[in-house]
């Protein structure tokens, strides 16, 4: 078993954090200053992002946002196109899964 604890962990803004990385997923924390954002993305894999400090607001590429703090979760498709704002310093957990997703670089023969 691995364990952290999310809140204390010591991430620095711009430096993704990767808890863990296998063949089933992939964890990362991210540390977002107040005002800085995830600009419009989207990875291969299907996304869950768990909101553990501070507030952000996430939008899809639809327009449709939610704001919230710790304990929100987002999940988004493969592919699906999605931005994260932090309106106040905050951290996040992505979960990305499976690892690599289909059409990842890192799965290119």
């Known amino acids: 078993m691995q364990s952290w604890k999310l809140n204390e962990l010591d991430v620095e803004p711009h430096k993704p954090?990767?808890?863990?990385?296998?063949?089933?997923?992939?964890?990362?924390?991210?540390?977002?200053?107040?005002?800085?954002?995830?600009?419009?993305?989207?990875?291969?894999?299907?996304?869950?992002v768990l909101v553990t400090e501070g507030e952000v607001q996430i939008a899809d590429a639809g327009g449709e946002a939610v704001t919230g703090g710790p304990g929100l979760l987002c999940v988004f498709d493969p592919k699906e196109r999605h931005e994260v704002t932090a309106r106040a310093d905050s951290r996040v957990l992505l979960v990305l899964a499976p690892w690599p997703g289909d059409g990842h670089p890192s799965n290119q023969d």
Do not use: K, M, Y
Request: proline share 3%; hydrophobic share 40%.
């Open 17 to 48: 954090q990767v808890l863990d990385s296998e063949d089933e997923g992939r964890a990362i924390a991210i540390n977002l200053p107040a005002g800085e954002q995830l600009q419009e993305h989207q990875v291969h894999e299907r996304a869950w």
